[in-house]
């Protein structure tokens, strides 16, 4: 692992204007969208509990988004020829893909954190252990959707790889009840739901602020989804060098 | 037709001490031969153009030399050691074509990033500095012309400080004065005693630039040598010389002389040996006058040894 490298691909993403208006902007903005829709109903208990649950979704929207996209940029550098070029340095081909991962989860730090502080700075309380849950379980649970996108990076051309990565994170926050609650889904969906990674993902946040802790199959069904994309990633990435 | 200045190694076997040996390469892309068959020994020090049209697997060769590619058969070795071995203690560096750039990644940060990867790189502003590009480090890539991307190109290729330097069509996409630049710095560099191997298709930069030169076509080695082994190696001159009186089938029958056009009492005799063709038109005819005599270029040893009559204009 070369730190050199892993900070400057994280500065490389966090400073496009892409990535700051997309993926940290817009959960910001929808979060005080829905909270200012939905957050005035109710007495202030329920006021807060509706924020509280808005903000834990959109801060969970925002870091899944985070971390699938960035992986997603290897499609654009496989197009430019730059993985030609760092296969001239003694970066190993799993490095690089290991680095893209980690750069996924180092910069879906910071919609996670800037959603919660706007929600804290508009009227979100929650005891310690409830933030401590919500920001570095939630952060944690990213680790599939991080791997996720190096999968996408590897599968798609430069061309599909915009489509097909939002489309991705777009379905997955859907499907994972981080738009609205799963127990407003259709029967179906929420039992299809509870097949996706989100959804398991989504629940750490939720449980946050419903004070509930973080369970034993929540822990289990990310990790298996985590191993899973991972073999397939590296299935893929053996093919892809057995190739030249 | 093969002259060689080195004694290529024997297919199978592999030179010691050379800082490149081929043997017996060969590379398939399907139903083409990319690569059919190259044996080649380049010795530490020596500055070499691998010349030939398009598509006659000059980048294959590359390729392979750098462990991008691997060949379907023959051995490679750089310094004694397998490619992937020499990209990674650094003892080659090399400049691909095409791409190879972050557009949103400064110069400076590109290069810094590569020297971070190798294990014993030079300052990166050494290597800005040499490749001519130390004004441009805070410069994104994306907003660079593409001389300038070449030669960034080149700072990369540059910052392992590899003992062989392998470059890929490095000028294509710069202009006249670029190019310029871009070979001063590249002199420089090999000042130093270090190897370098460069792919082009421009004659006037392997003539310029190259101590040998190695003809490339359909995947064969056609020539190696000198520049001026290269150019005799379509043997001959060019006479040229105004001689009243003169026809052609009289001109023909000169000594040494292979071939012969006459326009306007103007002749141009193509010799195998120009000093007989000479004493003895000067005998036959003694008013010849304004008598020129000059050797073939490399374009015209180029033409006739990779002679693909269409790649020509």
């Not at chain 1, 893909?97 to 996924?104: E, H, M, P, Y």
């Not at chain 1, 398991?200 to 946050?208: F, K, L, P, Q, V």
């Not at chain 1, 069904?221 to 060098?241: E, I, K, N, P, S």
């Not at chain 2, 410069?139 to 080149?154: A, N, Y």
Request: one cysteine or more; a neutral charge; proline letters at 4%.
């Amino acid at each position: 692992m070369n730190i050199k490298y892993l900070a400057l691909e994280t500065r490389r993403v966090i400073r496009a204007p892409r990535f700051l208006i997309f993926t940290v902007g817009f959960p910001v903005v929808f979060y005080l969208l829905f909270s200012n829709l939905y957050g005035n109903q109710g007495g202030a208990a329920e006021q807060a509990a509706t924020r509280a649950w808005i903000m834990a979704g959109m801060a969970a929207f925002g870091a899944l988004t985070a971390a699938v996209s960035t992986g997603t940029r290897i499609a654009t550098e496989r197009g430019a020829g730059w993985q030609r070029q760092l296969r001239l340095t003694p970066l190993s081909g799993g490095a690089y893909l290991v680095t893209k991962a980690l750069v996924g989860m180092l910069v879906s730090v910071g919609p996670l954190l800037l959603v919660c502080a706007v929600g804290a700075a508009t009227g979100v309380r929650l005891d310690a252990a409830a933030w401590a849950q919500l920001v570095i379980g939630t952060w944690l649970g990213l680790l599939p959707f991080a791997v996720l996108g190096v999968l996408i990076g590897q599968l798609s051309t430069p061309d599909s790889v915009q489509p097909i990565g939002s489309a991705t994170f777009m379905l997955l926050s859907i499907g994972g009840g981080l738009w609205f609650p799963p127990e407003l889904m259709p029967t179906w969906l929420n039992r299809l739901a509870h097949v996706l990674p989100s959804f398991w993902y989504g629940g750490i946040g939720r449980d946050a602020v419903g004070h509930q802790g973080v369970t034993m199959q929540t822990v289990l069904v990310l990790g298996v989804w985590t191993v899973g994309l991972a073999l397939v990633a590296a299935r893929r990435y053996r093919a892809d060098t057995a190739r030249v | 037709m093969t002259t060689r200045t080195q004694q290529a190694g024997t297919p199978g076997a592999v030179a010691s001490g050379a800082a490149v040996a081929l043997a017996g390469l060969r590379k398939h892309y399907g139903e083409v031969r990319a690569v059919a068959g190259i044996d080649l020994v380049i010795s530490p020090g020596e500055v070499v153009a691998l010349l030939g049209p398009n598509g006659a697997g000059k980048s294959t060769t590359v390729d392979m030399m750098l462990g991008l590619t691997r060949p379907d058969a023959g051995e490679v070795r750089v310094f004694g050691q397998q490619p992937r071995d020499a990209v990674t203690s650094g003892t080659v560096g090399a400049m691909l074509q095409a791409g190879a750039l972050l557009d949103d990644a400064t110069v400076a940060e590109t290069v810094g990033l590569v020297a971070a990867l190798h294990r014993a790189p030079m300052p990166v502003g050494e290597a800005l500095d040499r490749a001519g590009v130390a004004d441009l480090a805070r410069r994104r890539c994306g907003r660079l012309s593409g001389g300038e991307k070449q030669r960034v190109r080149f700072a990369v290729a540059l910052v392992c400080d590899p003992d062989l330097l392998v470059l890929d069509e490095p000028t294509v996409a710069m202009d006249v004065a670029g190019r310029r630049g871009f070979w001063q710095a590249m002199h420089a560099y090999t000042e130093t005693g270090r190897t370098v191997l460069f792919a082009t298709h421009y004659l006037e930069e392997a003539e310029n630039y190259a101590d040998r030169v190695v003809l490339i076509r359909a995947g064969r080695i056609v020539a190696d040598g000198s520049v001026a082994q290269v150019r005799a190696a379509v043997s001959g001159r060019t006479v040229r010389a105004v001689v009243p009186g003169a026809t052609e089938p009289a001109l023909a029958g000169l000594p040494g002389v292979t071939n012969v056009q006459l326009r306007a009492g103007r002749a141009v005799l193509h010799c195998a040996d120009s000093d007989a063709t000479v004493r003895a038109l000067l005998a036959a005819y003694p008013d010849a006058h304004d008598i020129e005599i000059t050797s073939a270029g490399l374009e015209d040893a180029f033409l006739a040894l990779t002679g693909n009559p269409e790649e020509h204009r």
